[in-house]
């Protein structure tokens, strides 16, 4: 029998797990698009370190929906970890909004594999759908995760902590364009000296 208790805690470890390392691995997207990523820290380390994150998530993700699956306390079948809003019986909205998060995030994790053969134009594009799996990972941790609707405090610290640390890189990254394109706008040889790219 596929119900005991151990399958329950590793979902549950999985989603908080995956939930803090795709927080990391998109600050690290959103700082090391053009510009500085970071004081002092090369560019193409924070790239690898992203990517190594994503990767690492990606490998969790598919661990926390095979337990998910395969523990038969709650019912949840395999085609609803791809087919989002089909047929769930169990909190269908947000087992739904987390099959759309993993289906985008599969669609982002096969073109970045395949990316020296896209266009950068298109991949860039569709590497930008990684913030809306994001912020849709987030809303299904909220809205099915036990800990969450069992008030501990400890998974509000987290959750809220990787929406704070999401929204200081974005910050962090908008003040970085607008400090660029003020430059640009005194200087307009700066930009092309490479100041802001």
């Given at each position: 029998?596929?119900d ?126 990684s ?19 069992a008030?501990?405090?400890w ?5 809220g ?21 003020a ?15």
């Open positions: 029998m596929l005991g208790p151990f399958l329950w805690y590793l979902n549950r470890s999985t989603g908080m797990v995956i939930l803090v390392l795709f927080t990391l691995s998109t600050a690290l997207g959103v700082l090391s698009t053009r510009g500085n990523a970071g004081k002092g820290v090369p560019k193409f380390v924070t790239q690898s370190l992203h990517r190594n994150i994503a990767l690492l998530s990606v490998s969790l993700l598919v661990a926390h929906i095979v337990t998910a699956v395969v523990d038969t306390f709650v019912d949840i079948r395999w085609w609803q970890a791809i087919v989002p809003f089909y047929g769930s019986t169990y909190l269908p909205q947000w087992l739904g909004l987390g099959t759309v998060a993993f289906d985008v995030i599969v669609v982002i994790t096969l073109t970045s594999l395949v990316r020296d053969r896209l266009s950068h134009r298109l991949w860039r594009g569709l590497h930008l759908f913030y809306v799996a994001w912020a849709v990972s987030v809303a299904h941790g909220i809205g099915i995760g036990t800990d969450i609707k008030g501990a405090t998974a509000y610290a987290i959750v902590g990787c929406v704070a640390v999401v929204l200081a890189a974005v910050g962090l990254r908008v003040g970085q364009l607008a400090a660029a394109s430059v640009a706008r005194v200087d307009p040889g700066a930009r092309s000296s490479g100041v802001g790219t």
